[in-house]
């Protein structure tokens, strides 16, 4: 079967640095997305990785390992704007993307 | 500015009735697509479609159906609505490529009593 595992819950302090991890296991492997899921909003997108290797994006950046089936998303300088869900999507051989449940981060002041 | 809309943004039904949820596009993208969203959940799909007269089933499509007479449109129809589709339905298009990002609307929460 296909499975998407990250964290349930994280918490963090403002100002500190996050790493939000994912792994999987899917049928195939076409790129894997991250997505930032304010309660009560939609998803919206944050990065995708297709080749190994880190890529940074301002405060965020995503690693992924294709070898070890491993992503993680990395929050730096934290605020507290960034209390939200994390998803982790990965798109299979079909196209599709198969999530993951998401991880609540909470931030402290 | 494109966007994606849904409407209504809630809707209360009861079990039996048929319900219909719209999605509409302006980004002038060739895939759409509809999930719903449940609690310890990931983001599931119903159905998906890659261009006009094109539909396909998801992971969790029984008990639903979509239709595509033109880009911008892909409503989601609940044939006879139950409990167990309590949930937030999101609608979401991309690009034709498989790589592009998929752009969402704002949700539909749905109550079946």
């Known amino acids: 079967g296909q499975n998407i595992d990250q964290p349930t819950e994280m918490t963090a302090t403002e100002g500190a640095i996050v790493q939000i991890n994912c792994t999987y296991q899917t049928s195939g492997f076409n790129g894997l997305f991250w997505y930032q899921q304010h309660a009560g909003e939609a998803p919206t997108f944050l990065s995708y990785?297709?080749l190994d290797g880190l890529e940074e994006k301002g405060r965020f950046s995503s690693f992924l390992s294709r070898s070890k089936g491993y992503s993680y998303l990395l929050l730096k300088e934290l605020q507290m704007k960034d209390s939200a869900s994390y998803l982790c999507?990965?798109?299979?051989?079909?196209?599709?993307?198969?999530w993951g449940a998401g991880t609540k981060l909470i931030i402290k002041p | 500015d494109a966007e994606i809309t849904q409407s209504p943004r809630h809707k209360i039904t009861e079990t039996g009735r048929q319900v219909t949820l719209a999605c509409h596009q302006t980004?002038?993208?060739?895939?759409m697509f509809w999930y719903r969203q449940d609690l310890g959940h990931g983001l599931r799909l119903i159905h998906y479609s890659y261009g006009v007269q094109d539909t396909n089933k998801g992971e969790v499509s029984d008990g639903y159906s979509v239709s595509r007479s033109n880009t911008e449109d892909l409503p989601l129809t609940l044939e006879s609505a139950a409990s167990s589709q309590t949930s937030v339905y999101f609608c979401a298009s991309s690009e034709r490529e498989s790589y592009n990002e998929q752009f969402f609307g704002p949700g539909t929460r749905l109550t079946v009593l």
């Open positions: 980004w002038n993208h060739n895939n």
């Open positions: 999507a990965v798109m299979d051989s079909n196209y599709q993307l198969i």
């Open positions: 990785n297709v």
